[in-house]
């Protein structure tokens, strides 16, 4: 972490899983996330998906320094589950895989996973380990430009388990949607969950078997 502090303040690459690098001014780090501005947005990034971090080889292309302080700014040190509870409520863009980013609202921070409000997915469940970065938009700016009342923000009456697994098991029973719904292999009735494994019935009455620890979001159409 030391080596890292150097950085502070200065522009740099930072390279992630799957060959994402962004792009931008060190302004903040932790044990578990660090945070970059573009010059647009603030970028929380966990950790365990950084690859590399370095002097970028842009700094031609002068990012400024950002002129609204970021969701850390009043903690005396910032750390990843601290930033997502600091982001609740705050209209934000997630990316956990693929080419799909979801745009929403964290809901609840549970031990494993959070609950995200999408207006286009409705409640979903992200896995705390596979979100790879967090950037809130202007706090004034509404998604879509949906009014207020469009936008159910409360939290449910229904109580939370805090576990993804436990919770997931409370949904036996009814259809899922995994990881954004791009693979039809992840699309189905979710029969079973137990010891790290789902047993899901797809579109043709086959059965097909996932690991929990490899799925990454859930949304009950």
Do not use: C
């Not at 950002?66 to 910032?78: A, K, M, Y």
């Not at 929403?104 to 031990?111: D, M």
């Not at 996932?210 to 009950?220: A, G």
């Amino acid at each position: 972490m030391s080596d890292v502090s150097t950085l502070l303040g200065k522009q740099v690459s930072v390279k992630l899983s799957g060959e994402l690098v962004f792009e931008g001014i060190l302004t903040d780090l932790g044990q578990d996330i660090l945070v970059i501005f573009n010059g647009l947005k603030y970028y929380y990034i966990p950790w365990m998906h950084i690859h590399m971090v370095y002097i970028s080889d842009k700094s031609r292309e002068k990012i400024n320094e950002p002129d609204e302080p970021s969701i850390g700014q009043e903690l005396e040190t910032i750390s990843y589950r601290k930033i997502l509870l600091n982001a609740k409520g705050i209209f934000s863009e997630i990316y956990v895989t693929g080419n799909i980013t979801f745009h929403g609202y964290i809901i609840n921070v549970l031990s494993d996973y959070l609950v995200f409000y999408s207006p286009v997915f409705k409640t979903m469940y992200i896995s705390l380990s596979h979100l790879k970065w967090i950037t809130p938009y202007n706090q004034q700016l509404n998604p879509y430009t949906l009014k207020n009342e469009s936008l159910p923000l409360h939290p449910s009456n229904v109580p939370l388990n805090r576990s993804f697994e436990s919770q997931l098991k409370k949904d036996e029973g009814k259809l899922v949607v995994f990881d954004g719904g791009t693979d039809p292999m992840k699309i189905g009735l979710l029969n079973r969950v137990e010891n790290n494994q789902i047993e899901l019935a797809i579109a043709n009455g086959e059965n097909v078997y996932l690991k929990l620890n490899h799925i990454k979001s859930v949304h009950l159409p």
